[in-house]
């Protein structure tokens, strides 16, 4: 049996510890990093064959959304976990 590392926030693993925590710092479920993921305010409208569509239930634009959910920091946001 080998040790495995686990991410905090999501489901990725790794044998290397080291690669978990870089993860953890860009992780679309981490709540520090306020990213549409974690948002109370976020939906996702996809479908089973068309995969994930989120939209903001404030309003934001899909192009606003999409600079949020890669760095973070949205001004909307609010903890949805």
Known sequence: MKQVYKCDFCYN?????????EH????YANPSLK???TCIHHEDEGMPI????????KGMSY???EEYEGNG???LWENGN
């Not at 693993?13 to 925590?21: A, G, R």
């Not at 953890?24 to 992780?27: F, H, L, P, R, S």
């Not at 068309?50 to 239930?57: I, V």
Request: with cysteine; net charge negative.
């Open 73 to 75: 920091n949205c001004p």
């Open 50 to 57: 068309s995969g994930s569509m989120m939209r903001c239930q």
């Open 13 to 21: 693993t790794n044998e290397n510890p080291e690669k978990i925590l």
């Open 24 to 27: 953890e710092k860009d992780c």
């Open 35 to 37: 990213k549409c993921w």
């Open 63 to 65: 192009d606003e959304q």
